[in-house]
């Protein structure tokens, strides 16, 4: 295939990401999306390598070469950009993975809705990767309501999109097992309570409102976020100080999560169940109001100070006594652990 115009190039869908309109384009000629950005690179050569698509920042130079040869308005392809939509967002609150992740680079890594590619095959249109899924913070769907999806449900492997043509439409699958990606599969069942799960959305939605906005609470997300994955007692250690709320007696770690223990901006390092886990706490934790300073609430003090190496017990009845009272702890600890067992 020459570098020269393709016949068919669909339009990008204003709320996509790059990555995923390349890849809807290449699945139409039998490539990734990365093979397709390496054949414009390199003047269609047979031989050229493919290449990444940093969704975050676009190279003007790149997109015009993508912009002329799909009929595409170049603008059209720069407004994608991450850093177009959120200019204010920092790079650490951007989705990105840990040491046994796969590079943020692969296309389709994101977490997924799957009511929303549901949503796209009723519509008779392409399913295609929304760029809100990028969001650190993200891990609820704002329209569905429902849990993002990082692994699959069919072969359990940590997800990796790609697409293929199906009666005329490119279609999501898994790549590993082949998957058609939409919610049909009966995943729309799960017992989690709704109302803590709407109670996570909405902190979902306050972060993303402070960060996009670069409003003075994001500093407070960031205080909070950090302290409840700062390590425990000690500098090294391998536990985060959310570990006391899960108030379990000889919880370990899992090895998915440990990249995240001290990271400064925690969330998105995290597997989507672990974001949802952590929105609680804060929730819990800090309260609404999210004190982070001077009049913190008892419990976060109590969890604060054990992010310093200091040695304060922290029994359960004192802390609950003094958290917020609107939900009782054990709520959240119920959700928590329904979450974090599922086996998605
Ligand atoms: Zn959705
Ligand atoms: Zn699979």
Request: a positive charge; glycine letters at 8%.
């Given at each position: 295939m020459g570098p020269g115009r393709l016949p068919v190039a669909p339009r990008p869908y204003r709320d996509e990401l790059l990555s995923s309109w390349m890849a809807r384009v290449a699945c139409r000629y039998g490539l990734t999306g990365q093979e397709l950005a390496g054949h414009f690179a390199h003047d269609g050569s047979c031989y050229s390598s493919p290449l990444s698509i940093d969704d975050r920042t676009l190279a003007q130079d790149q997109t015009r070469v993508w912009a002329q040869a799909c009929g595409v308005d170049p603008e059209r392809l720069q407004r994608l950009a991450l850093s177009r939509r959120?200019?204010?967002?920092?790079?650490?609150?951007?989705?990105?993975?840990?040491?046994?992740?796969?590079?943020?680079?692969?296309?389709?890594?994101?977490?997924?809705?799957l009511a929303c590619f549901a949503a796209d095959q009723s519509a008779g249109r392409d399913g295609y990767l929304r760029a809100g899924w990028m969001l650190a913070e993200r891990c609820i769907c704002p329209v569905h309501g429902e849990l993002l999806h990082d692994h699959c449900v069919s072969c359990h492997r940590r997800l990796s999109v790609a697409f293929r043509l199906l009666e005329g439409r490119a279609q999501p699958v898994c790549s590993y097992c082949g998957l058609i990606l939409t919610d049909g599969g009966g995943e729309g069942d799960r017992p989690h309570d709704s109302a803590l799960v709407a109670t996570?959305?909405?902190?979902?939605?306050?972060?993303?409102?402070?960060?996009?906005?670069?409003?003075?609470?994001?500093?407070?997300?960031?205080?909070?976020?950090?302290?409840?994955?700062?390590?425990?007692?000690?500098?090294?250690?391998?536990?985060?100080?959310?570990?006391?709320?899960?108030?379990?007696?000889?919880?370990?770690?899992?090895?998915?999560?440990?990249?995240?223990?001290?990271?400064?901006?925690?969330?998105?390092?995290?597997?989507?169940?672990?974001?949802?886990?952590?929105?609680?706490?804060?929730?819990?934790?800090?309260?609404?109001?999210?004190?982070?300073?001077?009049?913190?609430?008892?419990?976060?003090?109590?969890?604060?100070?054990?992010?310093?190496?200091?040695?304060?017990?922290?029994?359960?009845?004192?802390?609950?006594?003094?958290?917020?009272?609107?939900?009782?702890?054990?709520?959240?600890?119920?959700?928590?652990?329904?979450?974090?067992?599922?086996?998605?």
């Amino acid at each position: 295939m020459g570098p020269g115009r393709l016949p068919v190039a669909p339009r990008p869908y204003r709320d996509e990401l790059l990555s995923s309109w390349m890849a809807r384009v290449a699945c139409r000629y039998g490539l990734t999306g990365q093979e397709l950005a390496g054949h414009f690179a390199h003047d269609g050569s047979c031989y050229s390598s493919p290449l990444s698509i940093d969704d975050r920042t676009l190279a003007q130079d790149q997109t015009r070469v993508w912009a002329q040869a799909c009929g595409v308005d170049p603008e059209r392809l720069q407004r994608l950009a991450l850093s177009r939509r959120y200019p204010r967002r920092p790079r650490s609150w951007y989705a990105s993975r840990g040491p046994e992740w796969t590079p943020m680079t692969v296309t389709g890594s994101t977490p997924v809705c799957l009511a929303c590619f549901a949503a796209d095959q009723s519509a008779g249109r392409d399913g295609y990767l929304r760029a809100g899924w990028m969001l650190a913070e993200r891990c609820i769907c704002p329209v569905h309501g429902e849990l993002l999806h990082d692994h699959c449900v069919s072969c359990h492997r940590r997800l990796s999109v790609a697409f293929r043509l199906l009666e005329g439409r490119a279609q999501p699958v898994c790549s590993y097992c082949g998957l058609i990606l939409t919610d049909g599969g009966g995943e729309g069942d799960r017992p989690h309570d709704s109302a803590l799960v709407a109670t996570a959305l909405a902190t979902q939605q306050r972060i993303a409102a402070s960060v996009n906005g670069k409003n003075p609470e994001q500093e407070q997300f960031e205080k909070a976020l950090a302290n409840l994955w700062a390590p425990l007692d000690h500098p090294a250690a391998a536990r985060p100080v959310l570990a006391l709320w899960f108030n379990e007696v000889g919880w370990r770690c899992p090895n998915v999560v440990r990249h995240a223990v001290g990271a400064k901006t925690p969330l998105g390092l995290l597997p989507v169940r672990w974001r949802v886990v952590t929105l609680l706490a804060l929730d819990d934790v800090f309260g609404p109001e999210l004190r982070v300073d001077g009049t913190l609430p008892p419990a976060a003090a109590h969890l604060v100070r054990r992010a310093a190496p200091r040695q304060i017990r922290l029994s359960s009845s004192s802390r609950r006594s003094h958290v917020q009272q609107q939900r009782s702890a054990a709520e959240y600890e119920r959700l928590a652990r329904q979450i974090l067992a599922d086996p998605r």
